[in-house]
């Protein structure tokens, strides 16, 4: 009867911290977002880039009420759950409505999107429902998998500090992000808990969402291996990872005559140029300091380059705090490769080597802090820290300013990341 309690306590404490973790944090983003298209309206993009108004297809009030939540990429995946992957005749040339760069994004999401959207009548409705449910899932998924190694205030230190990230918005965006951690966190913590058919499943599920999702096999295998007994089973269910891959590029090849068009849209469509391992550090770097000359020399105009439709707009600013961010990064993984189980280190390695040595030439570092939002351990070695120290309040407090200011440039069609 005991244990029954103190099971009973632990999972009512898990959903109080999630629940408060997650109502908070999408609170702050709404409220941001919302002033400040209300107050500095959008950005001129909006009309090239979405020209069919996936992002705003209500009225002016309530396409302000979602504006937090449907910007930039959101285009795309309302485009996919639309029109599928086929050839549009109409719209402007890179659109999202109009050409076989859709085939970038991979289909797991957008499906959902799909079929949900004909319960609620509306795909962006039913976008923006998916990443909420996924969001709150993947929190709590997060605080059980951090419960098997750390305390319960560690636990609640890294749902709160993921939660209220500076980039946390795309969480509850029109974006894969958060289902991909939801997927993510399940298949490896259904590893942990030595349920390898879940976590197969999901692993391919994870696969089939983002071309990311490949690198659970490391973990997956790191944490099968040292078990004495290794039914064949379970090595078959970490086979089932790639099987997500395997299944979209199959489909492209079947039905377009194209096995590889995500991966050649990388360099058509979005300038992204392979470099060797880990290669965009190094101009990232050089970038930031080109930035700090720019701004120590006065206000410069924002370069642009061809990016989607009508191109994206970076500045000298973007530069410096992506390097700054990517600085961040790599001293919690290095100072977590003592604290966190080596399976966790291998993945966050391996997730931020794909953005790094495939980056957008003129932007080496975009989109890192973003990709570096579902690489999960890092949250955890930043809580094991802070809850240590008795900086959590402090942590949480400047990440939720953050949030809000960056929420703000996302909302009003400024390029974040």
């Not at 099971?7 to 404490?13: E, I, L, R």
């Not at 289909?107 to 990443?131: E, K, M, N, Q």
């Amino acid at each position: 009867m005991e244990d029954f309690l103190e099971v009973t306590t632990a999972q009512d404490s898990a959903r109080r911290v999630v629940w408060q973790a997650f109502w908070g944090s999408r609170i702050v983003v709404f409220l941001a977002g919302v002033i400040a298209v209300a107050q500095f309206g959008n950005q001129p993009v909006t009309t090239i880039y979405d020209p069919d108004r996936l992002t705003a297809p209500f009225g002016s009030f309530a396409n302000l009420l979602v504006s937090p939540f449907a910007r930039w990429d959101s285009a795309w995946y309302l485009a996919v759950a639309k029109f599928g992957y086929a050839p549009q005749t109409s719209g402007v040339p890179l659109s999202p409505s109009s050409n076989l760069a859709r085939m970038n994004f991979f289909p797991f999401y957008p499906g959902l999107i799909h079929v949900l959207g004909w319960v609620t009548r509306s795909d962006l409705i039913a976008g923006i429902l998916i990443s909420l449910v996924a969001f709150a899932v993947a929190l709590l998924l997060l605080y059980k998998l951090v419960a098997l190694d750390f305390s319960e205030e560690v636990a609640a230190a890294t749902v709160t500090l993921m939660a209220f990230c500076p980039m946390a918005f795309f969480f509850s965006a029109v974006y894969t992000e958060s289902l991909f951690l939801a997927l993510s966190l399940g298949s490896i913590y259904a590893a942990r808990r030595d349920r390898w058919v879940w976590a197969g499943v999901l692993g391919g599920l994870a696969a089939f969402t983002r071309v990311e999702g490949l690198v659970l096999l490391a973990p997956l295998v790191m944490i099968l291996w040292p078990q004495r007994r290794r039914p064949p089973l379970r090595s078959v269910a970490v086979l089932l990872v790639p099987v997500g891959l395997l299944a979209y590029l199959s489909y492209l090849g079947i039905k377009y005559g194209d096995f590889t068009a995500p991966f050649r849209t990388q360099s058509l469509f979005w300038m992204h140029t392979r470099t060797y391992p880990f290669g965009a550090v190094v101009k990232g770097a050089v970038d930031a300091v080109k930035g700090m000359r720019q701004l120590i020399q006065g206000p410069v105009q924002p370069y642009r380059i061809p990016l989607y439709a009508g191109g994206v707009s970076f500045s000298a600013t973007q530069d410096i705090y992506n390097f700054l961010f990517l600085l961040l990064i790599a001293y919690a993984f290095f100072r977590g490769l003592r604290r966190l189980p080596p399976a966790y280190s291998a993945y966050t390695l391996l997730s931020l080597a794909l953005p790094l040595t495939d980056p957008v030439a003129e932007s080496p570092l975009g989109s890192i802090p973003r990709y570096a939002m579902v690489a999960f351990p890092l949250f955890i070695w930043g809580a094991e820290v802070v809850v240590r120290r008795r900086w959590t309040v402090q942590a949480v407090a400047i990440s939720a300013v953050l949030l809000g200011l960056f929420t703000a440039e996302f909302a009003t069609w400024v390029w974040v990341g």
